[in-house]
């Protein structure tokens, strides 16, 4: 696509497929799931137009990179770590960060462990969430949200991968891509689809056949597993990041979110972000925008709109 060239690296252990285009300072930017490098494909080619670096990995367990096979290898630490490793194989003091989803998450506990690497960050979707010392993530949102909710169903291994494997993977991601119900998702055994599993799927303008096509062949190759580990590794995560609670995100940020973004219509979330506690935990929080009319996948639903808030946001510093 447009010069965007591609290599594997050796980082922290594993080997790391990158996809990056342009030169200048480089711009980190993390997918989330079910998605790959190729989420920002619109990013990479404008970040490069405009005197970037943009680097796009396939993170651990996702895409050409390796996928260790246990849950215990995907926590903030592991991840983290394959970062710095990449950053430094990149001879970078200092990268900006550009994160969605659960590259939103690690990027968070990036500028948590290393803000030493960060020169300013901009979270799509998932804003900080401070450590709660009381109760561990997958305890609380079971109380909350039930049982079927789907970080809760991803929790048994194989289980929703055996789930996955009856639908064709391409309709499986089409549902997941294409999902905008500005509220928590659930996915009740037996009917984590809706009654209608073999609907198709009407795609959104913002994606084409060929796009779920180049996810779907990736995600038959290497399965689902790797990017179901973040989520099975959050009760670990809890345990390990002990010792930074309570502390301050101090890097610059700024934050992008749909009003219709599943994640921004979960419990708390609107109170915590409008009310203080955002800005409580996260002092340089610069700038906050709430889009109108847009979902979840924010950067490739609206890629021009993403871009120039990016190019806005990273150009001061």
């Known amino acids: 696509m447009e010069g965007i060239e591609h290599r594997m690296v050796s980082v922290n252990g594993i080997q790391m497929h990158i996809a990056e285009k342009g030169q200048g300072p480089v711009v980190l930017l993390l997918h989330g799931f079910p998605q790959l490098w190729y989420s920002w494909r619109h990013q990479i080619i404008a970040l490069a ?9 396939d993170l651990r367990g996702y895409g050409d990179t390796d996928a260790p096979p246990s849950s215990t290898s995907y926590t903030a630490f592991h991840i983290v770590g394959d970062l710095i490793a990449l950053i430094d194989l990149l001879a970078q003091d200092k990268v900006f960060v550009v994160a969605h989803d659960w590259g939103a998450l690690i990027a968070w506990n990036f500028c948590l462990l290393r803000p030493d690497r960060v020169k300013a ?8 969430i401070p450590r709660n010392p009381s109760a561990k993530p997958l305890d609380r949102m079971r109380a909350t949200l039930g049982d079927d909710y789907y970080i809760c169903r991803f929790q048994e291994p194989g289980e929703i991968e055996e789930v996955f494997a009856r639908f064709n993977t391409k309709k499986l991601l089409k549902r997941f891509l294409s999902g905008r119900k500005p509220a928590p998702l659930y996915l009740p055994k037996g009917k984590e689809f809706g009654n209608s599993p073999d609907r198709e799927i009407s795609l959104p303008s913002w994606l084409s056949e060929e796009d779920v096509d180049y996810y779907a062949s990736k995600f038959d190759k290497k399965g689902f597993t790797g990017g179901l580990n973040y989520y099975r590794a959050m009760n670990l995560n809890w345990e390990l990041m002990a010792p930074w609670t309570g502390v301050q995100v101090k890097v610059p940020v700024k934050y992008i979110v749909g009003d219709l973004d599943l994640t921004y219509n979960s419990p708390g979330a609107k109170k915590y972000i409008h009310g ?9 929080l610069q700038d906050l925008v709430v889009m109108e009319g847009v979902g979840h996948f924010i950067n490739e639903e609206r890629p021009d709109e993403i871009n120039t808030h990016i190019l806005d946001f990273i150009k001061i510093f």
């Open 49 to 57: 137009s405009h005197g970037y670096r943009a680097v796009a990995p």
């Open 121 to 128: 960050y901009v979270s799509l979707c998932i804003q900080f």
């Open 276 to 284: 203080g506690g955002f800005k409580r935990d996260v002092p340089f």
